[in-house]
């Protein structure tokens, strides 16, 4: 690995928690959240390579991508953190768990969880998504604040897009056009799933969003490569990114999470 350093903020004290975020996002998709975890935790939101002000992968799988953000945390030195990561930054989260001492892991909507290869829905979903906002970012931009466009830009992924601001939904938008590392990194992970390398003994927990309109139930939540005993929640009335949706449900989700790693005596 190179010596680059991903970009990444920390807010708070206590036992650390690093924040991976989805494809073609970027860490202030966690603010939403942020302020109550850091009243407990020394959070760490990274922007994964690729993403945000972070710089291109070594390496654009999702173990590449783990890779990196192992790097990060040994320059932090963070040495055994919880981690909640949402769709790629959760297969990124298990890919790390293999790699690197961590205490527990918070799936939201975890990616890579398919029987052979990204499924031709979520392929063809994320490739419209991308495509809008690379082509036609302004006229979106200027029209989020319409009911019917703000559906279009965030009914696929959130389970309440017309209670989010519209500037929440510009800078959607502006995170997942201007991502230079999205296509290296979204075509790096079609033929691959998650598969588990090795044993993660720590507590490990996945909720998926009831209004998670991308991955779905029958494609891209089979639980098989998951450890035994993990948790499986529900998150009413959210969708795949449901940091904005429900705050106060993926604090309590993730905090629940960090507490059963507490217990078992990581951390």
């Known amino acids: 690995m190179g010596s680059q350093r991903l970009d990444h903020f920390r807010r708070g004290t206590g036992e650390p928690l ?29 922007d994964l390579p690729g993403f945000g002000d972070s710089p291109l992968p070594h390496d654009p799988t999702p173990a590449g991508l783990a890779l990196d953000v192992a790097a990060l945390l040994d320059e932090l030195g963070i040495a055994e953190p919880h981690v909640a990561g949402n769709s790629l930054g959760g297969w990124v989260a298990l890919e790390l768990a293999a790699i690197r001492p961590v205490a527990s892991l918070a799936l939201l909507a975890p990616a890579g969880l398919w ?25 979106l931009s200027r029209m989020v604040g319409t009911r019917l466009v703000r559906l279009l830009v965030l009914g696929q992924t959130h389970g309440r897009p017309l209670a989010a601001p519209a500037e929440y939904a510009r800078a959607a938008i502006r995170a997942m056009g201007t991502s230079p590392g999205f296509d290296a990194v979204f075509g790096a992970s079609l033929d691959r799933r998650y598969l588990r390398g090795g044993r993660i003994e720590v507590p490990v927990a996945v909720a998926f969003g009831t209004r998670d309109r991308l991955l779905l139930a029958r494609q891209s939540r089979h639980l098989d490569q998951l450890p035994p005993g993990t948790r499986i929640v529900r998150l009413a009335r959210c969708g795949h990114v449901p940091m904005h949706d429900d705050p106060e449900a993926v604090v309590r989700f993730i905090t629940a999470s960090v507490g059963a790693g507490l217990r078992s005596g990581r951390g």
Do not use: I, M, N, Q
């Not at 073609?24 to 109550?36: I, L, T």
């Not at 029987?115 to 006229?139: C, E, F, I």
């Open 18 to 46: 690093v924040l991976l975020h989805p494809l073609g996002s970027e860490r202030s998709v966690w603010r939403p959240v942020v302020p109550a975890l850091a009243a407990a935790h020394d959070v760490v939101a990274v």
């Open 115 to 139: 029987r052979h290869h990204t499924p031709r829905y979520v392929r063809t979903s994320l490739r419209a998504t991308r495509w809008l906002a690379v082509h036609v970012p302004g006229v």
